[in-house]
C-alpha cells in the first residue's frame, strides 16, 4: 500500500522534474489550509502575519488576501518599509527596537510611510535615538508600541522562564513608559505588544521525553495565568495615557490560547504557513508542512550510504539537534551522528538510504519557517503535480534584511 508520504514525494517530484536541486518548494494545498486553520484557532480576532516567517512577497500577499489576516509584524525597520512602499500592506508592526539611523531619517521624511508603519520600544532610549535623527518638529508623530515583557518569573528575578527580550515587565513599568511616551512630542503610542515565546513557541510534547513534556506542560500552565493578569494590568495602565488600536500576543504555538486572553485584541502567526519541524513537538495543533527542499545524491560511500551535494540549511536557537533540517522523503532516511548536516554535503542512512541512487532527490523539511528563503532565491509553488508559479524569497529580490 501507497503511504501518504510516498504519494507526497511522487508528487512533489512529477512536479519538479524539470528542476535541478537544490531548490524550495511550497505545497499549496498544505500552505492554504494552514492559512485556514489559523483564524479558525483566533476565535473572530484577527492575525497579523510574522514576515520573518514567510520572507516571500507575494505568499505574504496571498495570505493577507485570506479572510482573518490583517497586516504584518515585519522583522526589521526596513523590511517594514519596503512592504508598504510595495502594496503588501498599509500596516506594518516592526517586532523589534531599530538603531538604523537611515531607515529612521526614511521614515520621518515620509508622512504616508510614517502612518502605516509602527516602531516597537521598550525604553525612552529608543525614542531619544529617533529625536536625534529627526527631531519632532520637523517630522510627523511617528507610531510606537510597547514591548511588554512575557516572560515568567515564578520566583522573581532568580528563576526566568521565556526569552530576554524587553526590560519592561510589570503593568507599573508599563504605565510609566506610557506615561513619558505621551510626554515627548513627535510620538503617538497606538500598541502594545507582549510575545509568550515560552508558550508560543516552545513544544510541549517532544518526542521521547515524557518527564520533559509534563515539565514544560506544567510551567506553560502556571506561565499562561500569570500572563492573563498581569497582561491586562499592563493594558489598564497603558490606556490611562493613550488609546491603544491593538494589543497583540502569542505566536503558532499560542493562537487558541492568546486570543483566549479578554486583553488581547490580535494575534501574530507565520510559521504555521510553512509547517517546519519544531511545530512537530505540539499537541494543541500541528500544521501541515507545507515548504520543503530537495538536494540531489552525488555519492554512494557505501551501501548503506547515500550522500546528497549541500543539505546543511541549519536553524537559528541554542545549537542542537533540534535545529538541523531533516530528511524527510523517501521515509526512513537520518542523519550520521558524526557528521549531521554538512555544509557541502550531507551523509544519509537509514532502510530507505540503500535504494538512493545517483541523481535521486532527497526531500528535507527546516527546523524553521522563514529561515529556509535565505537560502534560496526563489521559492516554486506545487498545486496538484505541477508548479504553477515560481515567486522570488527576499533574497532573490535582492534583500537580506537580517
Known amino acids: 500500500m501507497t503511504s501518504e508520504g510516498d504519494k507526497l514525494r511522487e508528487r512533489l517530484e512529477r512536479a519538479t522534474a524539470h528542476l535541478d536541486p537544490p531548490y524550495a518548494v511550497v505545497d499549496l494545498a498544505a500552505f492554504d489550509a494552514n492559512a485556514a486553520a489559523l483564524p479558525t484557532r483566533a476565535g473572530g480576532k484577527p492575525i497579523r502575519v510574522a514576515s520573518k516567517s514567510v520572507r516571500s ?40 527596537p531599530t538603531a538604523d539611523r537611515g531607515a529612521l531619517a526614511e521614515l520621518a521624511a515620509d508622512e504616508g510611510l510614517a502612518g502605516a508603519v509602527t516602531l516597537m520600544v521598550d525604553g525612552t532610549d529608543q525614542l531619544d535615538l529617533v529625536d536625534a535623527v ?22 522573581g528575578r532568580r528563576v526566568h522562564v521565556g526569552v530576554r527580550r524587553s526590560p519592561v515587565h510589570s503593568a507599573r513599568a508599563a504605565g510609566a513608559l506610557a506615561a513619558a511616551i505621551a510626554a ?15 508558550i508560543a513557541g516552545l513544544g510541549d510534547a517532544p518526542p521521547g521525553r515524557a518527564a520533559l513534556a509534563a515539565a514544560i506542560r506544567a510551567a506553560q500552565r502556571g506561565s499562561y495565568r500569570e500572563l492573563l493578569a498581569r497582561r491586562g494590568a499592563a493594558v489598564s495602565a497603558v490606556r490611562e495615557h493613550a488609546d491603544l488600536e491593538f494589543v497583540n500576543g502569542g505566536g503558532t504555538g499560542s493562537v487558541a490560547a492568546t486570543s483566549a486572553d479578554p486583553a488581547v485584541t490580535e494575534v501574530t502567526a507565520g510559521s504555521g504557513l510553512y509547517g517546519p519541524t519544531l511545530f512537530d513537538a505540539y499537541r494543541a495543533w500541528r500544521p501541515t508542512p507545507a515548504a520543503f527542499f530537495a538536494c540531489a545524491v552525488v555519492r554512494r560511500p557505501t551501501p548503506e550510504l547515500a550522500t546528497v551535494l549541500g543539505g546543511g540549511w541549519i536553524a537559528s536557537g541554542p545549537p542542537a539537534a533540534s535545529r538541523l533540517p531533516t530528511p524527510w522523503l523517501p ?12 555544509e557541502v554535503q550531507t551523509p544519509l542512512t537509514g532502510p530507505a538510504a540503500a535504494g538512493l541512487r545517483v541523481g535521486d532527490r532527497v526531500w528535507f523539511r527546516h527546523a524553521k519557517a ?32 537580517l
Not at 515585519?74 to 500592506?89: K, N, Q
Not at 521515509?331 to 554538512?342: F, I, P, Q, V, Y
Request: proline content about 7%; hydrophobic content about 40%; overall charge neutral.
Open 184 to 198: 515627548r512630542p513627535g510620538f503617538r503610542l497606538v500598541g502594545l505588544m507582549s510575545y509568550e515565546a515560552q
Open 134 to 155: 529627526c527631531p519632532p518638529g520637523r517630522r510627523p508623530a511617528l507610531r510606537v508600541c510597547i514591548d511588554l515583557d512575557a516572560s515568567w518569573r515564578p520566583l
Open 57 to 96: 512577497r507575494e505568499l505574504l500577499r496571498r495570505v493577507l488576501g485570506r479572510p482573518g489576516w490583517r497586516g504584518v509584524m515585519a522583522f526589521t525597520l526596513p523590511e517594514a518599509s519596503w512592504l508598504v512602499r510595495a502594496g503588501v500592506t498599509d500596516d506594518a508592526l516592526v517586532a523589534y
Open 370 to 401: 522563514g529561515e529556509l528563503c535565505e537560502r534560496v532565491n526563489e521559492l516554486h509553488l506545487v498545486d496538484g503535480d505541477r508548479v504553477v508559479e515560481t515567486v522570488p524569497t527576499y533574497r532573490g529580490e535582492g534583500h537580506a534584511f
Open 331 to 342: 521515509t526512513g532516511l537520518k542523519l550520521l551522528g558524526a557528521e549531521g548536516a554538512g
